[in-house]
């Protein structure tokens, strides 16, 4: 069974930055890609981030482009994301997901195991 386990939430001042792992448990990790998505109180689950299996191709939403970074350790079965100058908007529960092939991409559809989430929270 595929276990999805995010940790590093927390809530911080604007300005900071904040490190997410996901570990991964139950699948050959390597063969997939990876995501982040996050949602907000009475919003739609969105893409945050994608890295594709080898972490040669990687996908960031607009809205944090320039200050996240994905990036994935296969010998450890753990992605990560790293948020640097964080900014109310951001608040949200954040899930890693992992995708159904080994090539990345934004789609919530093509991710077929999600994590419980971890709630990110920034205040201004």
């Known amino acids: 069974q595929v276990q999805l386990v995010e940790s590093g939430g927390g809530l911080v001042q604007a300005g900071a930055s904040l490190r997410l792992s996901c570990a991964a448990s139950g699948r050959t990790f390597s063969n997939y890609a990876m995501g982040w998505f996050r949602q907000a109180p009475g919003k739609e689950r969105e893409f945050v981030a994608a890295i594709s299996w080898s972490g040669h191709t990687i996908y960031y939403a607009d809205s944090v482009k320039g200050r996240f970074t994905i990036s994935r350790d296969n010998a450890k079965n753990t992605v990560y994301l790293q948020m640097n100058s964080l900014k109310p908007e951001d608040t949200a529960v954040y899930y890693c997901?992992?995708?159904?092939?080994?090539?990345?991409?934004?789609?919530?559809?093509?991710?077929?195991?999600w994590g419980q989430g971890t709630q990110v929270t920034i205040s201004s």
């Open positions: 997901a992992s995708r159904v092939v080994a090539r990345a991409g934004q789609n919530r559809e093509g991710y077929d195991y």
